[in-house]
C-alpha cells in the first residue's frame, strides 16, 4: 500500500465549508502517482513507454472532509485481470475513512489504439501491491484474478 498526505486548500473548499467533492479525483490521481510510477519510473509519457490508459473511476463518499487538517489517501492494487487492473483508494482524516474509491486501468498500446495483455513481470510486481486479502482471493482456486 502507497500513502500520500495532502493538505486541503482554501480553494479545495466549498460553501458549506466540507472539502468539494471535486476534488477527490485529483487525490486519488496523486495517489496513483506511485502505481504509475512502477511503470515509468521518470513517469515519462511517450508512446513507446506509457502503457496505461484510465477507463473507469468511482467514487463512495463515506463522510464529510474538511479544511482543518491533512488528508492521507492510501493506494493499493485491488484486482489484477487480463490486460487491465483496479486500483484502490481510500481518503482518511484525522482517524476515520471518508472516502473510499476505485479506478480500473488498462495496459494500452497507443500506437495501436488496442489493449495488451499484462506481462508476467508487471503482474508480478502489481501483485505486490495488493492488501493480504486481496491477494488470498488472487489466489484461490476457481476465482479468475
Request: negative net charge.
Amino acid at each position: 500500500m502507497f500513502k500520500t498526505t495532502v493538505a486541503p486548500r482554501f480553494g479545495d473548499i466549498d460553501a458549506l465549508g466540507h472539502v468539494n467533492n471535486t476534488v477527490l479525483p485529483v487525490w486519488f490521481e496523486i495517489g496513483r502517482n506511485s502505481i504509475f510510477r512502477l511503470f515509468s519510473p521518470d513517469l515519462d509519457l511517450s508512446p513507446e513507454i506509457w502503457h496505461l490508459i484510465l477507463v473507469r473511476i468511482e467514487f463512495d463518499f463515506l463522510s464529510q472532509m474538511y479544511f482543518r487538517s491533512d488528508v492521507e489517501i492510501r493506494t493499493f492494487i485491488e484486482k489484477i485481470g487480463n490486460s487491465s487492473f483496479t486500483v484502490g483508494h481510500e481518503a482518511w482524516q484525522e482517524g476515520e475513512l471518508k472516502v473510499r474509491g476505485q479506478a480500473v486501468l488498462v495496459y494500452y498500446d497507443f500506437k495501436l489504439q488496442k489493449a495488451l495483455p499484462l506481462p508476467d513481470p508487471v503482474r508480478k510486481m502489481l501483485k505486490e501491491h495488493m492488501l493480504p486479502a486481496a491477494v488470498e482471493s488472487a489466489e484461490s482456486p476457481g476465482l479468475e484474478a
